[in-house]
């Protein structure tokens, strides 16, 4: 259903919601008023309302479509002014309202074009995530996910959905990933994942354990998983499209792997460290893109780095005012240890650089809590050299739903990483303020003149609540925004 101030392609006028295509044969095929069930409801229309109808409204019971099917209730829901947002939010209010429902079936991408017929299979997927393994008892009946949507109409195109799909599934790769709880997830356990994603997705893994990463350098990664009995890990996951020449762009993702945060000899408070699971959403998210590049035919090279580590106190943890090396031969006056994910990161853009020939490179992070105090929970901060690559991917995401804002990278706040005895410091020691853009700073020291962006995901990348296509916990924040951006041959211009 669509607001009255929303034209009615039907041409039955304005004045209250009007119903679209199917409801009529609905509501014949099973006897109902479904304009009287609006009004009675105060249903609008307006982006993800719903309003649930049930068929033995008057005693019948039950009601049988052809003598097949039992039909024991109607959704109408609202798809505000048409857009694919409204159809996105639209998707995961029918996801929500059916739970507990076996199968339904759905008329509202009749109509619908491409996009929003994609958006709306991705926001009812995206709403039915639940994280298994971990219960002992089932979930009751009425929380249980929605079993199954069928799309009814001939709007809907196969190619379409699967890509919606594909993109969903990679967004529950990550919040899996992300929700994992620590004792489980170690930095050899993520590398597993890795191959196991590897080997269903046709991707070349390979990982580097603590000896590897020792003999080429890898001081920063090195460095924050010291003071933990669980050594880091440096992975990559590299795709190569089926015809893919010299020619072809080669696209570098780097994502913090952080598997458990406690801040190091830094030491978080309690209240801090309850989300720090979720630390390593930045790798999660690149990982989750790996495993969808090949079903959705992204013609580009990609390669993903994890850099996987366990920031944790002990008798060998890094101390503040240690000074390290990193990939690239920096080195770096640690001030604090809770200021870890750069370090790691530092060493996946230094090595990218130096090694793997990228056309861009995109790092993703939870990496400041400054991020969160300036964006809130909706926005990713987006941090670039080039004007072009910060443009695309900014459309990419309100395509996909996962907005991001351009952050600036301001030259004047650069002499606040000044060190007295190394050749940088990693946080502010100016006082300037501004986190996430003195984190950013110190980023942008690894990329060279390689086009870079930098996705500080510490707000979205976690959800206190169900809203929308979110569940509450990892949100898998950055996965539909590369891969839409991805899909469109990453375009740096």
């Not at 219960?135 to 699967?162: F, H, I, M």
């Not at 690239?328 to 006056?333: A, W």
């Not at 995901?457 to 916990?473: H, M, Q, Y």
């Amino acid at each position: 259903m669509w607001p009255d101030d929303v034209p009615d392609p039907a041409g039955d006028g304005a004045g209250s919601p009007w119903i679209g295509p199917g409801g009529a044969e609905v509501a014949e095929a099973l006897g109902l008023d479904l304009f009287a069930a609006l009004e009675r409801d105060g249903g609008t229309g307006k982006a993800g309302e719903v309003v649930s109808v049930p068929v033995f409204a008057e005693g019948r019971g039950a009601a049988s479509v052809d003598g097949e099917v039992d039909v024991t209730r109607v959704l109408l829901m609202g798809l505000g002014d048409g857009s694919a947002a409204a159809y996105r939010k639209a998707g995961a209010a029918l996801a929500r309202a059916a739970r507990g429902t076996d199968r339904l079936a759905s008329a509202v991408t009749a109509t619908a074009d491409d996009a929003a017929t994609r958006a709306f299979v991705e926001g009812a997927v995206l709403a039915t995530y639940a994280l298994g393994g971990f219960r002992g008892t089932p979930l009751p009946e009425a929380k249980r996910p929605l079993g199954t949507l069928v799309l009814a109409g001939d709007g809907a195109r196969a190619d379409v959905v699967a890509a919606a799909v594909a993109v969903a599934g990679a967004s529950w790769t990550a919040r899996d990933l992300a929700q994992t709880p620590s004792n489980v997830k170690d930095p050899e356990w993520l590398a597993e994942q890795a191959r196991r994603l590897g080997a269903e997705h046709g991707l070349d893994v390979r990982v580097r354990d603590e000896k590897a990463l020792a003999d080429e350098g890898f001081g920063g990664i090195l460095a924050v998983g010291q003071g933990s009995e669980r050594p880091p890990r440096l992975i990559a996951l590299r795709y190569e499209p089926p015809k893919a020449g010299r020619d072809t762009p080669h696209v570098v993702l780097v994502g913090k792997g952080i598997t458990y945060d406690t801040g190091g000899l830094s030491l978080k408070p309690r209240e801090a460290m309850v989300p720090m699971k979720t630390d390593m959403t930045g790798g999660a998210v690149v990982m989750g893109v790996l495993s969808a590049v090949r079903e959705l035919g992204v013609g580009v090279r990609v390669t993903g780095l994890v850099a996987a580590a366990e920031n944790m106190p002990g008798a060998n943890a890094q101390r503040p005012s240690d000074v390290i090396r990193q990939y690239d031969g920096t080195t770096v006056e640690v001030l604090n240890t809770d200021a870890e994910g750069r370090l790691v990161l530092a060493d996946g853009i230094g090595y990218a650089v130096a090694e793997l020939e990228p056309t861009v490179i995109v790092d993703v992070a939870t990496l400041t809590g400054a991020a969160t105090t300036a964006l809130g929970r909706g926005h990713g901060a987006l941090f670039s050299t080039s004007d072009e690559l910060a443009a695309t991917l900014r459309e990419a995401g309100e395509a996909a739903g996962e907005r991001l804002w351009r952050m600036p990278l301001v030259e004047d706040y650069r002499f606040g990483l000044d060190s007295s005895i190394a050749d940088v410091s990693h946080i502010d020691t100016a006082h300037l303020g501004g986190g996430s853009i003195m984190a950013a700073l110190f980023l942008q020291r690894f990329v060279g003149d390689v086009p870079w962006a930098h996705l500080d995901i510490a707000g979205p990348a976690r959800a206190d609540s169900d809203k929308n296509e979110l569940v509450k916990g990892g949100t898998g924040f950055g996965v539909r925004a590369l891969l839409y951006w991805l899909e469109a041959g990453a375009p740096v211009a």
